[in-house]
């Protein structure tokens, strides 16, 4: 080390021994600074703790570089790291990780970050490991984009912004079908507990959904959620929001259940506003967003965009280049009940090879599907149940309606339908509307 960096080193050393021993004494003194003050105050020493813990990964590294860990007693980094700085022990291992990143030169730009305390240690350790499980999974240039929008993410937002961010990566820089792959996976972890019955009387569920079962659920539950003021005696609703879910969701099924034991499907009663852009779904990239429930901003695989365009209540609204609505469906692209009943006398059950349930609990599926200019007859539709009518558009299967049965080409990507124009000069009074959106995501890298 030449002598000028030590110097500067040594310096520093000096500042660091006469701050502490005022910082020791400033409970004595800290009445001198003027009221208005203190929050100004406050923030130079928040700004100063920040320094100091980038200052500790930058001197952890360099022992590291060194062979200083190596060469000493501690089994490790974080022990090296407890040993010398004791007032660290219970950061000691995020420090360790984020000396780590300091010596990866394709981390650079979390490096920088931690240097400049632009990043809190925590969120730039979360921002690597989100980093390097994203990575296998990226389009080759979309890497640096990728680290930069994740780095900006967490210096806003921290580490629950950051791992919110990955479905909106896979989603628009990730490599083809990692998104959907990665949806799919989700599903399968779907559950319902069977019910704890507690000491009060009460019964206790636990439930798991993925994209597609949150946007369904909530858009089931918002209206019978809603709080119920008693307009005649002038009260407000008292029923805390969870207590309002709760006997929304029982009323949901409630309905459902009535409706069952009539022989009728019940009626669509709330939709899920998915809207799309128009290349996204022609080559079935990108993804689809949720608007106007809790699960907004919710992002769903194209193929499910689609299935869900086929038999629920979901209003699937295009996008333009510019952002214009080009398409805005209407529900009227859904099967009726006396088409339905038709369906459930010709086919029986799902038409899938093999299976056999029943077909009052399928789907009514659009042959040639709905977005792609599919007619709403019972020529171009099929039975499926819930599970055959996601691997159907997964698989991206052919179906056709042969002497009043369903044949089904099981090949993968056998469906090739002429796309449907969509006129971009067609007016539309939501095409200004502005979505909300839970997080503020950042405009994808086109590539």
């Given at each position: 080390?030449?002598?000028t960096c030590g110097a500067s080193v040594a310096d520093?050393?000096?500042?660091?021994?006469?701050?502490?021993?005022?910082?020791?004494?400033?409970?004595?003194?800290?009445?001198?600074?003027?009221?208005?003050?203190?929050?100004?105050?406050?923030?130079?020493?928040?700004?100063?703790?920040?320094?100091?813990?980038?200052?500790?990964?930058?001197?952890?590294?360099?022992?590291?570089?060194?062979?200083?860990?190596?060469?000493?007693?501690?089994?490790?980094?974080?022990?090296?790291?407890?040993?010398?700085?004791?007032?660290?022990?219970?950061?000691?291992?995020?420090?360790?990780?984020?000396?780590?990143?300091?010596?990866?030169?394709?981390?650079?730009?979390?490096?920088?970050?931690?240097?400049?305390?632009?990043?809190?240690?925590?969120?730039?350790?979360?921002?690597?490991?989100?980093?390097?499980?994203?990575?296998?999974?990226?389009?080759?240039?979309?890497?640096?984009?990728?680290?930069?929008?994740?780095?900006?993410?967490?210096?806003?937002?921290?580490?629950?912004?950051?791992?919110?961010?990955?479905?909106?990566?896979?989603?628009?820089?990730?490599?083809?079908?990692?998104?959907?792959?990665?949806?799919?996976?989700?599903?399968?972890?779907?559950?319902?507990?069977?019910?704890?019955?507690?000491?009060?009387?009460?019964?206790e569920y636990r439930l798991v959904v993925d994209n597609?079962?949150?946007?369904?659920?909530?858009?089931?539950?918002?209206?019978?959620?809603?709080?119920?003021?008693?307009?005649?005696?002038?009260?407000?609703?008292?029923?805390?929001?969870?207590?309002?879910?709760?006997?929304?969701?029982?009323?949901?099924?409630?309905?459902?259940?009535?409706?069952?034991?009539?022989?009728?499907?019940?009626?669509?009663?709330?939709?899920?506003?998915?809207?799309?852009?128009?290349?996204?779904?022609?080559?079935?990239?990108?993804?689809?967003?949720?608007?106007?429930?809790?699960?907004?901003?919710?992002?769903?695989?194209?193929?499910?965009?689609?299935?869900?365009?086929?038999?629920?209540?979901?209003?699937?609204?295009?996008?333009?280049?510019?952002?214009?609505?080009?398409?805005c469906g209407k529900e009227q692209r859904l099967f009726?009940?006396?088409?339905?009943?038709?369906?459930?006398?010709?086919?029986?059950?799902?038409?899938?090879?093999?299976?056999?349930?029943?077909?009052?609990?399928?789907?009514?599926?659009?042959?040639?599907?709905?977005?792609?200019?599919?007619?709403?007859?019972?020529?171009?539709?099929?039975?499926?149940?819930?599970?055959?009518?996601?691997?159907?558009?997964?698989?991206?299967?052919?179906?056709?309606?042969?002497?009043?049965?369903?044949?089904?080409?099981?090949?993968?990507?056998?469906?090739?339908?002429?796309?449907?124009?969509?006129?971009?000069?067609?007016?539309?009074?939501?095409?200004?509307?502005?979505?909300?959106?839970?997080?503020?995501?950042?405009?994808?890298?086109?590539?």
């Open positions: 080390m030449n002598s520093t050393r000096d500042h660091i021994a006469v701050l502490t021993a005022r910082l020791k004494t400033l409970h004595t003194s800290v009445f001198q600074c003027p009221t208005g003050e203190l929050g100004e105050f406050l923030g130079e020493l928040a700004e100063l703790r920040a320094l100091a813990g980038a200052a500790s990964v930058i001197v952890t590294a360099d022992a590291e570089t060194r062979g200083v860990v190596e060469a000493s007693q501690s089994a490790s980094t974080r022990g090296w790291i407890a040993e010398h700085g004791w007032h660290s022990r219970r950061e000691a291992t995020t420090v360790a990780k984020a000396a780590h990143i300091l010596r990866r030169p394709e981390l650079a730009e979390i490096a920088d970050s931690i240097r400049t305390a632009d990043l809190d240690l925590p969120t730039a350790v979360v921002v690597q490991g989100e980093y390097d499980k994203l990575a296998p999974q990226l389009l080759p240039d979309a890497h640096p984009f990728v680290l930069k929008q994740l780095v900006n993410h967490g210096a806003e937002y921290g580490p629950r912004g950051v791992r919110e961010l990955r479905q909106w990566i896979l989603a628009h820089h990730g490599k083809p079908d990692e998104f959907a792959d990665f949806q799919d996976r989700c599903r399968r972890h779907i559950s319902l507990s069977s019910p704890t019955e507690t000491s009060t009387g009460l019964h597609e079962g949150l946007s369904i659920l909530e858009a089931a539950i918002q209206t019978l959620a809603a709080p119920r003021p008693d307009a005649a005696a002038g009260e407000r609703d008292v029923r805390p929001t969870d207590r309002r879910r709760g006997e929304a969701l029982i009323e949901a099924f409630r309905r459902s259940v009535l409706a069952q034991g009539q022989g009728v499907t019940a009626a669509v009663t709330a939709t899920v506003n998915v809207t799309m852009n128009l290349d996204d779904l022609q080559q079935r990239t990108g993804a689809g967003t949720c608007a106007g429930t809790i699960a907004d901003g919710t992002l769903l695989a194209p193929d499910t965009a689609r299935k869900l365009a086929c038999d629920a209540g979901i209003i699937p609204t295009v996008l333009g280049a510019d952002g214009a609505v080009l398409d009726t009940l006396t088409q339905k009943r038709v369906l459930w006398t010709r086919d029986r059950h799902c038409t899938f090879p093999g299976c056999d349930i029943p077909a009052q609990w399928c789907d009514a599926h659009h042959l040639v599907h709905w977005i792609d200019g599919g007619p709403t007859d019972l020529d171009n539709a099929a039975l499926l149940c819930p599970a055959h009518h996601t691997i159907v558009h997964r698989d991206e299967l052919n179906g056709e309606v042969t002497a009043g049965q369903v044949i089904w080409d099981r090949r993968p990507r056998s469906y090739r339908p002429a796309r449907r124009p969509r006129p971009a000069d067609r007016p539309d009074p939501t095409s200004t509307r502005r979505l909300p959106r839970q997080r503020t995501a950042p405009t994808p890298l086109r590539t």
